[in-house]
């Protein structure tokens, strides 16, 4: 049994993921790291409200303490987990998926997700014969981490004579009750976006895709903003809005943490979809690029003692937690536009690298895929065919494709880049095109 995606478990409420799994992976988790503290974290939907007493309730059974953190941001459960001493914490959420799903994410001691080998081990417990259950069953007690969480981040920064205008959009999620917070308490000015918590997301879906902040970047606009920033579901990501209403590409996000964080030369960890031009940047300022798999960017951190880790619209700094943080991000970057209003120069700037991604509704098989990829993209001189993370194609102009199957979804992804937007567009045809023929050939055949 295979239970772990890109980021934990994810499925439809009810569906695809039911109470009764929720109960056996915390069952299992607590069985398999042993008897201590977890604890439990939850977003906004009512599936998460359910599902976190689930949890808690398999953690009680295996003889452990649950820890209820409350509805929190999933960073907070994560800062929450390492402040408390606890094995493992467990944030039940679905992050950016659309409402009908739901989800949970665990993080180890460090507030680290949890590594291939480490979920490897659940998986096994969970398929075990062996009794997991204790004949004693532990407590579960409510701790307060959201208090903690927001002044340990507050004492990062010091609070700024000229703050910026800055819209959030906090996506209906529980990252309304930090962003705003710790923001105007620095001495921004904030409009708080999207503030009420609510599970249906009436707003818009929790992605922050350029489709889905049309809205959100055209009232940062209006209202003379300085910048914009927009979460997800559960705030790990963050995405920024130019005050031209204009959404920013994720690069730029990692760009602005990198410069406020990189001091001296170290090591970056890149995930194999993070644009080039964050790449070009991290040499220039003297770092070692490593790439790493999607959603594991940050379990190399400690193995390389990275300074840095990055993926499209999340970022860790080391020196916070070793999990995303997109609230925290939005702090550094604010702090950093304050001080050197120059850097609003860069996020106003046109890309230098074009990017996008694409989600088919469809899955391929990746012998197949690679079978086909020579004869499609032949004609554009591959360099390079990597395959640490899906199927990345490198061209002879430093152009990229990459394929990859989503981990909480049943889509295929696409990323590509390109300096030049028409070529961009030409590599993303091809490969939609050839996905498509993959999959109703592949249709066929069964």
């Not at 998460?48 to 929190?72: F, H, N, Q």
């Not at 916070?320 to 536009?337: F, N, P, R």
């Not at 199927?391 to 199957?405: P, T």
Request: with cysteine; hydrophobic share 40%.
């Amino acid at each position: 049994m295979k239970a772990f995606g890109t980021a934990g478990v994810r499925g439809v409420f009810n569906e695809s993921q039911t109470p009764e799994q929720i109960y056996r992976l915390a069952l299992a988790s607590a069985f398999v790291f042993g008897k201590g503290r977890y604890g439990v974290g939850w977003d906004g939907r009512k599936s998460s409200a359910v599902l976190s007493r689930v949890a808690a309730a398999g953690i009680a059974a295996a003889g452990s303490e649950a820890l209820l953190l409350g509805l929190v941001p999933t960073p907070a459960t994560a800062f929450g987990a390492r402040e408390n001493g606890c094995k493992l914490g467990f944030s039940v959420t679905a992050s950016h998926n659309p409402p009908e799903y739901s989800g949970v994410k665990i993080f180890d001691s460090e507030g680290m997700e949890l590594s291939k080998q480490d979920e490897a081990r659940i998986e096994r417990g969970m398929i075990v014969g062996t009794r997991m259950d204790s004949k004693h069953l532990g407590e579960v007690t409510d701790v307060e981490v959201l208090g903690p969480y927001v002044e340990s981040m507050l004492a990062k920064f010091e609070v700024l004579r000229e703050g910026l205008r800055i819209v959030v959009d906090c996506s209906n999620g529980p990252g309304a009750l930090v962003t705003p917070k710790v923001l105007g308490t620095l001495g921004h000015q904030v409009v708080p976006l999207n503030a009420q918590i609510s599970w249906r997301f009436p707003a818009r879906l929790p992605e922050p895709t350029p489709q889905n902040l049309s809205e959100t970047a055209s009232m940062v606009s209006a209202l003379g903003a300085d910048i914009g920033f927009a979460h997800d579901g559960d705030a790990d990501r963050l995405v920024m809005i130019s005050s031209a209403g204009r959404v920013v590409p994720d690069s730029f996000v990692s760009i602005m943490v990198m410069k406020a964080l990189v001091k001296k030369p170290g090591v970056v960890i890149l995930s194999e979809n993070t644009s080039s031009a964050v790449e070009e940047e991290a040499l220039r300022l003297g770092s070692k690029v490593v790439r790493s798999r999607v959603g594991k960017s940050f379990a190399e951190i400690e193995e390389e003692n990275a300074v840095f880790a990055t993926e499209p619209s999340k970022v860790v700094d080391p020196r916070w937690g070793m999990w995303e943080d997109g609230m925290y991000a939005a702090a550094l970057i604010a702090d950093a536009v304050a001080r050197d209003r120059g850097l609003l120069e860069l996020v106003n700037s046109e890309p230098t690298w074009h990017y996008r991604q694409l989600n088919l509704p469809s899955s391929v098989d990746p012998i197949r895929l690679v079978r086909q990829v020579e004869d499609e993209f032949g004609r554009f001189r591959i360099m390079e065919v990597r395959q640490l993370d899906g199927l990345k194609l490198i061209f002879r102009d430093r152009s990229w494709i990459m394929f990859r199957a989503s981990g909480t979804e049943p889509k295929t992804r696409i990323y590509c880049e390109s300096r030049d937007s028409a070529r961009l567009d030409e590599l993303l045809e091809v490969g939609k095109t050839m996905l498509n023929e993959l999959s109703t050939s592949g249709s066929k055949s069964r």
